[in-house]
């Protein structure tokens, strides 16, 4: 599959899904987020967005696709931040993202998804200003 089957292909789907090195992921189980993860990055995205207020950069929460033109991968981080013209007039996917956080629990079920964001994270990072792993108790 492609990165522009799996554009397609995820428009019509229920969930989420994420794309890595041409496999399909579906981003959440059914049990969906803990309260805490859900706190911590409301609270950081709320935060970012009243300081961005007034400036052309806009802050995304986890809905908003971060697409690697590189690679093809496509993933949802929990927040993200971006000032680029050509991801301000995007509606899905944005490219050039300045700033990704992620804020995960570490545990053994999210080893793979830290190995995924690492390698994805490495491949966006040069247009990326900063990027930041979070562990959330």
Request: aromatic share 8%; net charge negative; glycine share 6%.
């Amino acid at each position: 599959m492609t990165a522009q089957e799996f554009s397609d292909w995820e428009l019509d789907q229920p969930e989420r899904h994420e794309f890595f090195r041409g496999e399909v992921f579906r981003v959440f189980g059914l049990g969906g987020a803990r309260r805490e993860h859900v706190r911590v990055t409301m609270n950081i995205a709320r935060s970012l967005d009243n300081h961005l207020a007034g400036t052309p950069c806009q802050a995304f929460m986890a809905d908003m696709k971060v697409h690697v033109e590189a690679t093809g991968d496509m993933f949802y981080p929990d927040i993200l931040v971006t000032y680029d013209p050509r991801d301000l007039c995007a509606s899905l996917e944005m490219q050039h993202p300045k700033l990704i956080i992620e804020a995960l629990a570490l545990s053994l079920k999210i080893t793979h998804r830290i190995e995924q964001l690492g390698k994805v994270v490495n491949d966006v990072v040069g247009r990326c200003i900063f990027s930041l792993l979070l562990h959330v108790a």
